[in-house]
């Protein structure tokens, strides 16, 4: 079992930026890939962003592409999103999620963090 601690949200202006980052323990050896999701009130959980952790490959939704960066510490086993030119429709809770390796979907999930972007 991985186990997954997220921080970094808060309220910030559109316009503006914020890191998050996660720290993962537990199980780490089978992580394969760490990811960010998030969900909107009323909306279904989102793919944000996700890293492949043997390559660093990185991947995007095309909605924070160019905006929002995922990044890892490979000694600490933490990654970091950092979110620039935030606007309001960032507004969402944002999870850290880890994937074991032989697995198709993401199985150790944090708890969430808030990210409020005002106009």
């Known amino acids: 079992q991985v186990q997954l601690v997220e921080s970094g949200g808060g309220l910030v202006q559109a316009g503006g930026s914020l890191r998050l980052s996660c720290a993962a323990s537990?199980?780490?050896?089978?992580?394969?890939?760490m990811g960010w999701f998030r969900q909107a009130p009323g909306k279904e959980r989102e793919p944000v962003a996700r890293?492949?952790?043997?390559?660093?490959?990185?991947f995007y939704a095309d909605s924070v592409k160019d905006r929002f960066t995922i990044s890892r510490e490979n000694g600490k086993i933490m990654v970091h999103l950092q979110m620039n030119s935030l606007k309001p429709e960032d507004t969402a809770v944002y999870y850290c999620a880890a994937r074991s390796i032989g697995t198709l979907e993401y199985d150790s999930w944090g708890q969430g963090t808030q990210v409020t972007v005002s106009s």
């Open positions: 890293i492949l952790w043997s390559s660093g490959n990185t």
């Open positions: 537990g199980r780490t050896f089978s992580i394969n890939s």
